[in-house]
């Protein structure tokens, strides 16, 4: 079982973790309200429409799927925050 986890919070201080099991394409999330647990997995069992750089100055739009692969989960990571208010911490150990 390969699994990649990655710390998350949201607001001052409600931290937790989202872990992805790269074998089953499945997700966890631990926060500290089930109101944001929810958020985050029905951000992630959601396709989006992502605009993706290619270059500087060049994008291309994606239909991203997050829970079809590690690649795509990572990439719907990097927007969360934007649509949820939900923040990855990528240096934070989790």
């Given at each position: 079982m390969s699994?990649?986890?990655v710390a998350i919070h949201y607001g001052v201080n409600s931290n937790g973790?989202?872990?992805?099991?790269v074998?089953?394409?499945t997700v966890t999330v631990d926060l500290p309200e089930q109101e944001w647990i929810d958020k985050v997995l029905?951000?992630?069992?959601t396709e989006h429409?992502?605009?993706h750089a290619t270059s500087i100055d060049t994008y291309?739009?994606?239909q991203v799927k997050p829970l079809e692969s590690l690649?795509?989960?990572k990439l719907a990571l990097t927007r969360m925050w934007e649509a949820i208010d939900v923040q990855v911490d990528?240096?934070?150990p989790a």
């Open positions: 699994m990649f986890r973790f989202l872990s992805y099991d074998d089953t394409k029905t951000y992630l069992n429409e992502i605009k291309e739009t994606l690649d795509n989960l990528w240096s934070r």
